[in-house]
């Protein structure tokens, strides 16, 4: 009897125990999810702003040349 008392205290304590790490998993996943959503969205962000800033450098290289070339004119 105490033999079986002690393997159930056993079996309950690893059920517990396997319920607990399976729950500190289950939010380790959530976590890292956003986790992940976030940096997607950072670098969504990043690629926009390096996109923006090209184009801002294409066009003030294209108002440089149009400020050469009218100066040219002047001369």
Known sequence: LELTESAARALLSYQEEK???E???KVA???T???TENLKNLKQKHDDLVKEIEE???????LENTVEEMGKEFV
């Open 19 to 21: 319920a607990s790490c």
């Open 23 to 25: 729950r500190r998993a």
């Open 29 to 31: 996943h959530e976590q």
């Open 33 to 35: 999810n956003a986790e």
């Open 56 to 62: 801002r450098g294409e066009i003030l290289k294209k």
